[in-house]
């Protein structure tokens, strides 16, 4: 996969490059691009934004430096993109993804369905937002996802953008050591799917006076397979209950009604 990031704070995403997004780029699982918007402002103060037509609170992010930007950096400026030889079939358009406390929100199912995309360019804004003919311009050429990851107002996307790379590189093939990692998500379809996930242990079996629950030494699959579940339950409930309103009554089964 190949991400790129238009913002006017570069450094903001150097987290990029540690931990886990780190070494999926360093093994070349990810192909990362950080740009800096100013590169494509051309006055002297390298302007990015302006005061808001209809007047109000705050600055908007200006359509010129966008537009160049988005124009170059998706390809739409006519340089042929990387691994599509002329005459090759017509490359796909990256997925545009607006950060914005606006937008839909990002979830599990979201994360998923951007990393099964070859290419993913990040518009984060700082101010009020970017001039909405940039995102209307954009959605002519390629499709655009304005996303929140939350209902809580941010400065601006980067810090939005770091959750979003992060959620959607450990999906890619070969970034998790283990694939059931992810398979047996909380959000992840399945058995589990829609609850959080109860407690976990590890060594020494005693510690501070505290024993692991039985079952877990147990060795008997089945008991634990129906205890994990159990307490799964019991912690969306106590925590999530919006979780279980929306779960399909089918979901639970007689065990489940019980508890
Ligand atoms: Cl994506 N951006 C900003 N600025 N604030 C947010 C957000 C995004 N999601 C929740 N709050």
């Given amino acids: 996969m190949r991400i790129d990031v238009i913002t006017i704070f570069p450094e903001y995403l150097e987290p990029l490059n540690v931990s886990l997004v780190g070494k999926a780029h360093?093994?070349?699982?990810?192909?990362?691009?950080?740009?800096?918007?100013?590169?494509?402002?051309?006055d002297r103060h390298r302007t990015v934004d302006d005061t808001p037509f209809g007047g109000g609170p705050g600055m908007v992010m200006k359509p010129e430096p966008w537009g160049e930007a988005l124009d170059e950096v998706t390809g739409a400026a006519g340089h042929p993109q990387e691994g599509s030889p002329?005459?090759?079939?017509?490359?796909?358009?990256?997925?545009?993804?607006?950060?914005?406390?606006?937008?839909?929100?990002?979830?599990?199912?979201v994360a998923v369905e951007l990393s099964q995309r070859p290419w993913l360019v990040f518009a984060p804004a700082r101010y009020e937002g970017i001039d909405r003919r940039v995102i209307e311009d954009a959605g002519t050429r390629m499709p655009v996802r304005e996303l929140s990851i939350g209902d809580y107002v941010l400065a601006g996307g980067e810090a939005a953008?770091?959750?979003?790379?992060?959620?959607?590189?450990r999906l890619l093939p070969g970034v998790l050591g283990n694939v059931r990692s992810h398979q047996e998500d909380s959000f992840a379809p399945g058995p589990m799917a829609n609850l959080l996930e109860g407690p976990v242990y590890t060594k020494p079996p005693v510690w501070r006076d505290r024993a692991v629950p039985e079952v877990l030494l147990s060795g008997h699959h089945g008991r634990i397979e129906r205890w994990r579940r159990d307490e799964a339950l019991r912690r969306t409930a106590a925590l999530r209950p919006d979780l279980i309103e929306r779960t399909e009554p089918d979901a639970f089964d007689a065990a489940d009604r019980k508890l």
Avoid at 27 to 36: C, I
């Fill in 161 to 169: 953008v770091l959750v979003m790379v992060e959620a959607v590189a």
């Fill in 86 to 109: 002329a005459g090759g079939p017509e490359p796909q358009p990256p997925v545009l993804v607006v950060p914005t406390p606006s937008g839909r929100p990002f979830t599990q199912q």
């Fill in 26 to 42: 360093a093994r070349g699982l990810l192909r990362l691009g950080v740009h800096d918007l100013r590169r494509w402002t051309h």
